[in-house]
């Protein structure tokens, strides 16, 4: 059984770029959130997506945006970037919306 | 509305000590709760988690929480700490969409 990959693994980008996240699921799962965990902090929920649509949404603004895909892998998308979002970023997937969550094991972002 | 606090950012013990780390929750339905691990640079992996019925929770690595409503708690605790228990523990609370809302954290470090 796969888990949950998510790439590129580590990204530096300068503010006001774009970047994009992408994650894979685990086999079966039809359910993936998104979640930020800044340096010495626990993960912030950022939005989750359910069946291609987003399913609940975090106190995040509209610059983070996010699509899944018909296999249920999905992207988290940031627009002008912020010295703020320097972060893990945390996808984590499951078998529906009241499911436990399997996390990958995250994409670093660093922006300059 | 749902949070999650941790007391203690870190912990120390030594080798073979009781390990007991805090963790309280505020629930405005019956909470689901989650205990995880996060070893360096790696994501997070699920130690255990109360749903309903027992309260009394026992997870991987000898790790065990106890469900308290009355004091609106949910510490874990392992009997005997081990060097490869070192790493940073966040509890966690779940609302009926499924998101997350995480503790800060506590760090555990173990003496040899």
């Known amino acids: 059984e796969t888990g949950v990959t998510q790439s590129p693994t580590h990204l530096i980008k300068t503010r006001g770029q774009q970047v994009t996240l992408r994650c894979s699921s685990q086999?079966?799962?039809?359910?993936v959130s998104w979640y930020q965990q800044a340096l010495g902090q626990g993960p912030q929920f950022i939005f989750q997506?359910?069946?291609?649509?987003?399913?609940g949404r975090g106190n995040f603004p509209p610059r983070f945006s996010g699509l899944q895909f018909p296999n249920y892998s999905s992207e988290l998308n940031v627009n002008a970037l912020e010295l703020d979002d320097s972060a893990l970023y945390l996808c984590?997937?499951?078998?529906?919306?009241?499911?436990?969550?399997?996390f990958g094991e995250g994409s670093r972002l660093t922006v300059l | 509305a749902q949070s999650v606090t941790q007391l203690g950012s870190h912990v120390s013990v030594s080798e073979g000590a009781l390990v007991l780390l805090r963790c309280n929750y505020s629930?405005?339905?019956?909470?689901?709760l989650f205990w995880y691990v996060q070893y360096p640079n790696q994501g997070l992996q699920l130690l255990l988690k109360?749903?309903?019925?027992?309260?009394l929770v026992k997870g991987i690595n000898g790790f065990e929480a106890e469900f308290k409503k009355s004091e609106t708690s949910f510490h874990l605790t392992k009997p005997s700490a081990h060097m490869s228990d070192a790493a940073e523990y966040f509890c966690?609370?779940?609302?009926?969409?499924?998101?997350?809302?995480f503790g800060t954290g506590t760090s555990l470090t173990v003496i040899p």
């Open positions: 086999s079966g799962h039809n359910t």
């Open positions: 984590a997937s499951s078998l529906a919306v009241t499911g436990e969550l399997f």
């Open positions: 109360y749903t309903t019925g027992a309260t």
């Open positions: 629930s405005s339905v019956p909470p689901y």
């Open positions: 966690a609370v779940s609302d009926p969409g499924n998101q997350f809302y």
């Open positions: 997506y359910y069946r291609e649509e987003e399913n």
